[in-house]
């Protein structure tokens, strides 16, 4: 039988380029490339976004949340925090995305029999690629629950979001749960140099160790451990975290302060 393991993502970041590929393979005219392999395979679901509007945080459900009048996307957020606390958990709205994030799995595996989910993907916090999109944290922290009750293992793509793009070392502390994978860029060495991590737990980790070659993961990059890569990051993560050179560090919560409002009001 054929066992295809798939991954859930996101929709809009990710689509994009499922979007670009499917179309090439609806138009391959001129397109040498066009073919199967680039065809979008996997469960896009579609998220709940956050936008503000006259200085309050607003959500907005896709078509799929939306049930009679309910007008649960009306309910205002005066403040981030208020966004993001675990508080949220426990309401009307994690109920429902958790039935819709149940329900897409079921028919997902309903219509592909042979198939099965291999991991979550997601940006955590803000699509970036997608277009800056924000997407509910409670919805991104339901996702991961469920996932996890489905021992599906989770990866964090923090290559835009990580390293306190977002005012916190990473967004997975914004969102209040941590990954099985993270993968992290960019900001690591302070945008200066390229170099890229990418962060396992020990469980994960341990799968790809062995004296077998058919368990060890047999990849080096050309540019693993680069020096001044690696020189650049040490200085960079040192230097953000320490309030003597990165005097926006508010030290005792570990965020960084919110300057955007001074905009707003000049
Ligand atoms: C969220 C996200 N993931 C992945 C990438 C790709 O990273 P790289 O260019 O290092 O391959 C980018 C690049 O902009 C990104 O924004």
């Known amino acids: 039988m054929l066992d295809v393991v798939e991954t859930i993502v996101e929709e809009k970041s990710y689509v994009d380029n499922k979007d670009a590929r499917d179309k090439k393979l609806e138009n391959p005219a001129g397109d040498n490339l066009a073919d199967n392999r680039y065809k979008g395979r996997g469960l896009f679901l579609d998220p709940p976004s956050v936008f503000i509007s006259h200085s309050v945080w607003k959500l907005y459900l896709p078509e799929k949340m939306r049930f009679g009048n309910q007008k649960l996307e009306d309910t205002p957020f005066s403040l981030r925090d208020e966004l993001f606390s675990e508080i949220r958990d426990g309401s009307t709205l994690a109920a429902i995305y958790s039935s819709y994030i149940s329900q897409e799995i079921l028919l997902h595996s309903g219509s592909e029999k042979s198939t099965r989910i291999g991991a979550l993907i997601i940006e955590p916090v803000i699509q970036a690629a997608g277009g800056m999109q924000m997407v509910d944290p409670l919805f991104q922290r339901i996702l991961v629950r469920e996932c996890r009750s489905r021992k599906i293992p989770v990866i964090f793509d923090e290559v ?74 040490s200085k960079s993560i040192q230097w953000f975290k320490d309030p003597q050179t990165n005097q926006n560090l508010d030290s005792e919560r570990m965020l960084l302060r919110e300057v955007g409002l001074y905009f707003f009001s000049v």
């Open 160 to 233: 835009f979001t990580g390293f306190w793009r977002l005012g916190a070392e990473s967004a997975a502390e914004l969102l209040c749960c941590q990954p099985d994978i993270s993968c992290f860029a960019k900001l690591m060495t302070g945008g200066i140099i390229p170099l890229a991590a990418t962060l396992a737990t020990d469980a994960v980790f341990d799968a790809f160790v062995g004296d077998s070659k058919l368990k060890a993961l047999l990849h080096g990059h050309s540019y693993s451990a680069h020096a001044m890569g690696c020189a650049a990051a």
